[in-house]
Antibody
Framework: QLQLQESGPGLVKPSETLSLTCTVS??????????RGWIRQPPGKGLEWIGS???????SYNPSLKSRVTISVDTSKNQFSLKLSSVTAADTAIYYC????????WGQGTLVTVSS | EIVLTQSPVTLSLSPGERATLSCRAS??????LAWYQQKSGQAPRLLIY???NRATGIPARFSGSGSGTDFTLTISSLEPEDFAVYYC?????????FGQGTRLEIK
């Protein structure tokens, strides 16, 4: 059974880099055919796709965030990670890691607050 | 970027009634559209994929239809646990986009 678990700091200072990791169980992250990605949801608002990485290593990012986002994979740990640089209060959100192709499988989400 | 517009923003109905939620795309997404249900404090849950296929374990009262730019999620007879926020999502083109959501509330 697939499980996705986000981890990382719940509080990040403005202008710093937000770093989150998704630990995957029940699936090999190097298995073919799937994307692994990140989606966020500001409190009380809708869903925004951040970006994804394919099993081959190719990446796709939301153009609105592309200049600040890096998604990478660590196959030895069966994890993938998100880095979002130069954060502001507008980046405060619940961050979900996900596996997707035809549909999205979601982690439980983790709240990240940007505040000094 | 493909914009998904959901209507209505809020839908007020009673248990037992039929709910019809709409999702309109700014350009064709073929049948590459999914529907998710989200309850407070939870991650979204997949209901429908590829416009009309019910996900595993989803009750038969949920159905999806449409193709191209116009899609509908129908709940045939509302149960108390169905009152939540519903999102559509397209995977036809990058970036993946979501509708802004429809809140289904108890009348």
């Amino acid at each position: 059974q697939l499980q996705l678990q986000e981890s990382g700091p719940g509080l990040v200072k403005p202008s710093e880099t937000l770093s989150l990791t998704c630990t995957v169980s029940g699936d090999s992250i190097s298995s073919s055919g799937y994307y692994r990605g990140w989606i966020r949801q500001p409190p009380g608002k809708g869903l925004e796709w951040i970006g994804s990485i394919y099993y081959s290593g190719s990446t796709s990012y939301n153009p609105s965030l592309k200049s600040r986002v890096t998604i990478s994979v660590d196959t030895s740990k069966n994890q993938f990670s998100l880095k979002l640089s130069s954060v502001t209060a507008a980046d405060t959100a619940i961050y979900y890691c996900a596996r997707h192709l035809t549909w999205i499988d979601w982690g439980q989400g983790t709240l990240v607050t940007v505040s000094s | 970027e493909i914009v998904l517009t959901q209507s209505p923003v809020t839908l007020s109905l009673s248990p037992g009634e039929r709910a019809t939620l709409s999702c309109r795309a700014s350009q064709s997404v073929s049948s590459y559209l999914a529907w998710y249900q989200q309850k407070s404090g939870q991650a979204p849950r997949l209901l429908i994929y590829d416009a009309s296929n019910r996900a595993t374990g989803i009750p038969a009262r949920f159905s999806g239809s449409g193709s191209g730019t116009d899609f509908t999620l129908t709940i045939s007879s509302l149960e108390p646990e169905d009152f939540a926020v519903y999102y559509c999502q397209q995977r036809s083109n990058w970036p993946i986009t979501f509708g802004q959501g429809t809140r289904l509330e108890i009348k």
